[in-house]
Nanobody
Framework: QVQLVESGGGLVQPGGSLRLSCAAS????????MGWYRQAPGKQRELVAA???????NYADSVKGRFTISRDNAKNTVTLQMDSLKPEDTAVYYC???????WGQGTQVTVSA
């Protein structure tokens, strides 16, 4: 079955960096678009970044220039490098397979001094 397991969240100071990883299994990873979403308390879940199977990326305006999404089709992983973090980036971050709507369990990112 499809499984998506996120890791790498934590507490970081404003201006700091974190790297999230999502390990995928149960499907042919390279054939699917993948995305990172986030949900802050009291807010709707929103798309942060997405990447096609061939590696074409797009980003929410709020993270452009600060976050980088990448994938390793040989290792079945998708990564979100987050730099210059701001308190408003605080949220639970989720990995998602675009087709079929599969989600990981989420990982908490907290940006605070």
């Amino acid at each position: 079955q499809v499984q998506l397991v996120e890791s790498g969240g934590g507490l970081v100071q404003p201006g700091g960096s974190l790297r999230l990883s999502c390990a995928a299994s149960g499907f042919i990873f390279s054939l699917y678009d993948m995305g990172w979403y986030r949900q802050a308390p009291g807010k709707q879940r929103e798309l942060v970044a997405a990447i096609t199977g061939r590696g074409i990326a797009n980003y929410a305006d709020s993270v452009k220039g600060r976050f980088t999404i990448s994938r390793d089709n040989a290792k079945n992983t998708v990564t979100l490098q987050m730099d210059s973090l701001k308190p408003e980036d605080t949220a639970v971050y989720y990995c998602r397979r675009a087709q079929g709507g599969y989600w990981g369990q989420g990982t908490q990112v907290t940006v605070s001094a």
